[in-house]
Each structure stands twice: as C-alpha cells, then as structure tokens.
C-alpha cells in the first residue's frame, strides 16, 4: 500500500509541476495563445501589456476590469489590457462588453494561459513589459498606477 502511495504521489507532482510554467519577473513570459478573440479584436502593438486573468463567477473580476479601464485612461503611455478566460463569447459578452474600451481585448478559451502562467486565483494579472519581460504581477485589485511608474524605472 505504502508503495501504490508514493507512486501516486510521485506520478502527480511530475504533473503538477509540469502544468505551470513558473512567471519570474524581470524573465521573459510565455506566448499567450488564443482560441479566438471578442468580436475578432486582437491587441494593438503597445509598450506594456497587462494581462488579466477573468472568471465570469467571481464579481472581483468585473471591478478589477473597471479599475483597470480608469487606469488605463489616466496613463500617459499606452498599456493594452488583455483579459483572459477559459469561457466563450456567450458567456462573458455580456459581462464584459460594456467595460471595454480602445486598448482592452478579450482572449476567449484560454485555458492554456491559465496553465502556462501558474493561475491559481481570479482576479491576477501579469504587466509585461516591452521586450516581453515579467514586470509585476499579483491580485489584479492591488495594481495601481504606482506599481506602473515602479516597474518601469
């Protein structure tokens, strides 16, 4: 018995740890790779990318994405926010549609970005910076424009 344990064990922290690519900062970060896009709209070439991880059952998500709307707009430079979820269309449209603005995309069925960036909680996000570099990353409600002017020094 003792011996079924330790396999299983074993067996499930090779998959554990082979899932999640861990997010290091100042390291560049993994591709993120959509099924499709909200109404076909892709991001737009911008210095810093903020990507923020979305579930449709958690309310935190819709204030994070409000939250980073207003930032957005009171930046002096261009930062795309890339909302990411491993819903469809139909789900999140409703949801998310009236919070989006010229520089916030949605990237639909992205259950792979959830992997490869580690997520383990909604809301979270990742600013990349632009030589695709880890520049912060946490709660989504905790970022703010002077976390922005910090990274970026």
Known sequence: MKKVLLILLFSTGIVCTGAA???VLGERVPELKAASWLDDRQP???PMTYIEFFHS???SCITSIKRLKALVSSMDQPINIV???KEDAEKVASLVKPLLGERIYVALHADRGFEIFG???VPSGVLIGPK???LWMGNSLQ???RIIEQSIQ
Do not use: C, E, G, L
């Open 21 to 23: 690519q861990n997010i």
């Open 44 to 46: 737009a070439p911008a």
């Open 57 to 59: 059952s958690n309310p």
């Open 83 to 85: 909302v990411v979820t």
């Open 119 to 121: 997520v383990a909680y």
């Open 132 to 134: 695709n570099r880890a």
């Open 143 to 145: 970022f703010n424009k």
